[in-house]
């Protein structure tokens, strides 16, 4: 079966059942080949059981799928053009970043000479020599995202990757991700980091309680959602009276910060101008806001943040 020649991953009515509990609910997406794609949802919504099923290592009770234009009833076909970080990167604490990546190299039968070149890659050509218990961590996920090219993939799944990170470490690895892309790996990514994935995301999958209620291009997702208008009076006392211009004006309103976040099309702001100065109020800022991702993952998922 090779359907999907454009597409890295493409999942059909998958599910996966344990007892009574559907981790997995007849979920259907697609990845283009070529891109990065998110893959979001709060704990417990299925991220990791479907990259378990996609990678092979366990078998979905209904429904099918393929990666890299393969069945993922036969993972043997195509898991040689797939490289993947599904937990925290396992590596031997007393041997240098090269020694470890030359030992998995040897276990997966890969040449030795890509190794050097894949630690200037991640960022770690320096530090090769050095113990991985040295590492910082934003270095040990780097080295663990190194293993994960050893076989020079097609299609990279990171499950997670900036999970405990600092912001440096965050940045780092976002940035190898954009790198890797550009070079045409195609990166299935797990994160709640909501704020990195609309940074290097252009594709995105979105999960609640095992089902999808989101594939497709970020951007779509985002336009699609109510712009939110800020409107700051130059004095406080005048909050108030404009929150009712507003509410008067038939607009849901909420006070945030000392500024009323109004839920209205971009195209109100002038009349919302007029009818403050009408009223004697001269505001200090007006701007038209599209919402993060997070705030819309937020609001699709239920999830408290």
């Known amino acids: ?19 009574e509990r559907a981790a997995l609910s007849h979920a259907t997406f697609s990845v283009p080949l070529g891109t990065v794609c998110g893959f979001v949802g709060p704990n417990g919504s299925g991220k990791t059981t479907t990259i378990r099923m996609l990678l092979g290592l ?6 099918t799928g393929t990666v890299l234009g393969h069945d993922i009833s036969q993972p043997e076909k195509y898991l040689p053009q797939v490289g993947a970080m599904i937990e925290g990167p396992a590596f031997y604490p007393a041997l240098s970043g090269r020694e470890n990546l030359r030992v998995l190299a040897s276990l997966g039968g890969f040449d030795q000479a890509i190794v050097d070149p894949l630690l200037e890659r991640v ?5 090769g020599g050095s113990k991985f ?41 976002r940035s190898l991700i954009k790198d890797l892309a550009a070079d045409g790996t195609s990166v299935f990514v797990s994160s709640h980091l909501l704020s990195e994935l609309q940074m290097i995301c252009e594709h995105l999958v979105m999960l609640r309680e095992g089902k999808v209620i989101f594939n497709g291009k970020t951007d779509d997702l985002l336009s699609a959602q109510q712009p939110v208008l800020i409107a700051k009076p130059e004095y406080a006392v005048d909050l108030n009276k404009l929150v009712d211009i507003v509410k008067k004006s038939g607009h849901a309103v909420t006070l945030e910060d000392g500024a009323a976040h109004i839920l209205s099309p971009a195209d109100w702001a002038a009349t919302l101008n ?27 998922t239920g999830a408290g943040e």
Do not use: C, W
């Open 123 to 127: 960022g770690l050509g320096d530090r």
């Open 133 to 173: 218990k040295t590492y910082s961590l934003g270095m040990k996920q780097r080295l663990g995202i190194a293993a994960a090219l050893l076989p020079n993939p097609k299609l990279l799944v990171l499950d997670e990757p900036t999970n405990g990170l600092d912001p440096n470490g965050i940045h780092e690895v």
């Open 58 to 63: 366990i078998s979905p009770t209904d429904g």
């Open 1 to 19: 079966m090779n359907q999907g020649q454009d597409l890295a991953i493409s999942v059909s009515d998958l599910s996966k059942v344990y007892g």
């Open 274 to 300: 007029r009818l403050a100065f009408e009223a004697g109020i001269t505001l200090s800022s007006l701007t038209s806001v599209l919402p993060t991702l997070e705030k819309t993952f937020f609001e699709m």
